[in-house]
């Protein structure tokens, strides 16, 4: 299993709903990573999971809290999201925190914020 | 700090024309370099890779190669493809950038092929 796979891949909610973004991958990788993908921009770090810890937080608001149950789980949490919160959510993992044999990146879960 | 320069895009070619987008780079250390690709509506996907200085990575009829002496790391293809049409992102991971341990990511250029 070479894959990094996320569900949902879509998602509408509203300001005051509480979901749920979820991110698995078997590959041993021993580190995750989320990003976010504006329309037409690269994408943006926001959290990063060392084994099993959380290891960078680029200063994202407290409305996205991430976790990470296990080695091969990452999940992010969302609640009372704004509507520029909009984008697309990418989960990504690597053999090791230091990246050098490549990033794995997921499909993504496209969101939207009504 | 690190950063990747891509060129402007779009760029609009014509199906088996050569293809070159220019990508530079800023490091402390010695980086990584990676080109992503990313088709519409979908997330990104490893194209090549190299992790030394003259290293070529190749994939799919794309190349690149790792110039330390221009801190470069230009995407070539010789013929390209409709189904090429994507967005292309440079992007570094420097190890020695230890409080990030990410990858930096440049603009993105966006190839559109016509019949």
């Known amino acids: 299993d070479t894959e990094v796979t996320q569900t949902p891949k879509h998602l509408v909610m509203g300001m005051t709903n509480k979901k749920s973004l979820k991110c698995e991958q078997h590959m041993g990788h021993r580190a995750m990573y989320w990003y976010k993908q504006k329309a037409k921009k690269p994408p943006e770090l926001m959290f990063v999971?060392?084994?099993?810890?959380?290891?960078i937080n680029e200063s994202v608001p407290s409305r996205f809290s991430p976790e990470c149950p296990n080695s091969s789980l990452l999940n992010l949490h969302l609640h009372a999201l704004q509507p520029e919160d909009s984008a697309l959510y990418l989960c990504a993992s690597s053999h090791d925190p230091q990246g050098n044999y490549g990033y794995t990146f997921g499909s993504g879960t496209r969101l939207t914020v009504v | 700090g690190n950063s990747v320069t891509q060129m402007e895009g779009p760029v609009t070619l014509s199906e088996e024309a050569f293809l070159t987008i220019n990508c530079t780079y800023t490091a402390t250390g010695y980086p990584s370099l990676f080109w992503y690709v990313q088709y519409p509506g979908e997330g990104l996907q490893l194209l090549l890779k190299?992790?030394?200085?003259?290293d070529k990575g190749s994939n799919k009829g794309f190349e690149a190669t790792y110039r330390k002496e221009t801190t470069s790391f230009h995407l070539e293809k010789g013929s390209v493809q409709v189904s090429d049409s994507a967005v292309y992102f440079c992007?570094?991971?420097?190890?020695?950038?230890?409080?990030?341990?990410?990858?930096?990511f440049g603009s993105g250029t966006r190839l559109q092929v016509q019949p």
């Open positions: 190299a992790t030394k200085a003259d």
């Open positions: 992007a570094l991971s420097d190890p020695m950038d230890t409080g990030r341990r990410a990858l930096t």
């Open positions: 999971y060392s084994y099993e810890k959380l290891s």
